[in-house]
């Protein structure tokens, strides 16, 4: 049987890593290079960067910056961020990367995912929904790093992802990034129980018992982690870690 | 020279990031001259069968490919679609393959309840050892051995001799292949960090 993928989600600000808490208050975390080659060591099931204020500021991927970080990976790899160009992915993948994160592109040009995938394939298409409850209650999907709030509701968007060929989701509750208080296991159920592609849960992982309960209640095929494996603790400085093979995989 | 046949299909910095890594000097090209001068091949690739198959013929090497394999007989490994190419067809296509291992390439769908199971199989995934290989020396019997998978055809031998490694993805498929100087792996040990490094380094060995 295939194991569930437990994820660090790394926030690229350009050159530097950071990472935020609510879409916002960046932390410093260090250089991306640097990082990645503590994760490597650790050995960690996959990676997925993404460049949070690349479509903000209309930046295109920083393929140095990739290519510094495929040369010390030697695991899967996926990148978001600034993506909307498909000679761009073309050189993503190029440069070793195998999946690309595609969020606010694909809320202008939906047919931007189909093409991707009809020429790299599904699997190399993750769809990307930030989403953020309102006052009432109600999800509502946002792009441009949070900033920009669409017509759109969660469910349906990732059900016309998948549509177009996005071979996984990456869902990501606004509300609880970066609080270590455990993911939003609603919203994320309500979009597994109605799509057929893996979802990936993202936002809010403190504890290992998080990640277990977005997969067991939430449904989620896989798991990001940011916060947790970047700090020691809640409101403590930066240290790059996972947790122990053995701890996960008994609590999976 | 280990040499990485680039026709064109799929991810060739990470497999020769990886030789890098354990000290053995890899390179790519799609030029017969240097694919002649090879005492090592190494076949990645990721995509459609027939796109392959067409494209290593286009680029005039499929019968220097065959006189490496079966006159020259220097250890060749296929990567994923790579090794998919070293059996005799594939549903996926209609052209054959390079038929130096007696086996044929299936679909998962049809054969998988994909209510259940996924396809592509994607994904880290466990391989047991089914027959001894120099490709797997060293993959001990007390530890779990993992490796990244993508794909959707799998790979049967004619002779089960033939697997060398065996997965789980609702049956039992053939994850590792040899015959003679002919290897193949459906996984990408190039994104398997260190199960991968030790697949690389036996093959550099050989």
Redesign the interface.
């Known amino acids: 049987m295939l194991r569930t993928r437990v994820i660090p989600c790394l926030l690229l600000n350009d050159e530097s890593l950071v990472k935020t808490v609510k879409f916002d208050a960046y932390t410093y975390i260090g250089d991306p290079v640097n990082t990645v080659r503590i994760f490597n060591e650790l050995e960690v099931d996959e990676l997925v960067f993404l460049d949070i204020t690349a479509s903000r500021q209309s930046r295109r991927p920083n393929f140095t910056i990739l290519e510094d970080i495929a040369n010390e990976c030697f695991m899967p790899l996926a990148y978001g961020g600034g993506v909307c160009d498909i000679e761009d992915v073309g050189r993503i993948f190029g440069i070793g990367f195998e999946k690309v994160v595609i969020n606010s592109h694909a809320v202008e040009a939906p047919d931007f995912i189909r093409r991707v995938a009809d020429k790299f394939g599904s699997q190399s298409v993750i769809g990307s929904i930030d989403a953020r409850k309102n006052l009432f209650g109600r999800y509502e999907v946002f792009t441009h790093g949070g900033t920009r709030k669409v017509s759109r509701n969660p469910l349906e968007w990732a059900q016309e992802l998948e549509r177009l060929g996005a071979g996984e989701l990456l869902l990501t509750s606004m509300d609880q990034d970066g609080t270590w208080a455990g993911f939003d296991i609603k919203l994320t159920a309500s979009v597994t129980s109605k799509v057929q592609i893996p979802v990936i849960a993202n936002g809010g992982a403190g504890t290992v018992r998080h990640i277990v309960d977005v997969v067991r209640k939430g449904g989620a095929s896989a798991v990001a982690v940011g916060s947790m494996v970047v700090f020691q603790g809640k409101d403590l400085g930066v240290l790059v870690n996972f947790p122990g093979k053995k701890e996960l995989e008994d609590a999976l | 020279m280990l040499t990485v046949v680039d026709y064109g299909m799929g ?1 060739l ?2 497999i020769v ?2 030789f890098r ?1 354990i000290g053995v000097q890899a390179v790519v090209t799609a030029e017969p001259a240097g694919i002649e001068r090879a005492d090592k091949l190494l076949l990645p690739g990721v ?1 459609a069968f027939d796109t392959a198959m067409t494209r290593i013929k286009q680029q005039g090497l499929l019968d220097l490919l065959n006189k490496k394999a079966m006159v020259e007989k220097v250890p060749i490994l296929g990567v994923c679609l790579g090794m998919q190419l070293l059996t005799d067809s594939s549903e996926e296509g209609s052209l054959p393959g390079l038929g130096w291992i007696p086996a044929r390439t299936l679909a998962f769908k049809g054969r998988l309840d994909t209510g259940r199971f ?1 396809v ?6 466990i391989v047991e050892k089914h027959t001894e290989s120099p490709l797997t020396a060293g993959f001990g019997s007390f530890e779990e051995v ?1 490796f ?1 998978f ?1 794909h959707s055809y799998f790979v049967k031998c004619d002779d089960d001799r033939h697997s060398i490694l065996k997965t ?2 609702g049956f039992h498929f053939d994850s590792g292949v040899q015959n003679g100087n002919i290897f193949g792996a459906q996984f ?1 040990p ?5 199960f ?2 030790r697949l690389f380094r036996n093959f550099a060995r050989l």
Do not use: F, L, Q
């Not at chain 2, 190039?190 to 260190?194: D, I, M, P, R, V």
């Open positions: 991810n910095g990470s990031n990886m890594k995509g996924k592509p199989h994607m994904g880290w995934n993992r990244y993508v789980t993805y990408h190039e994104k398997s960090h260190t991968g490094m």
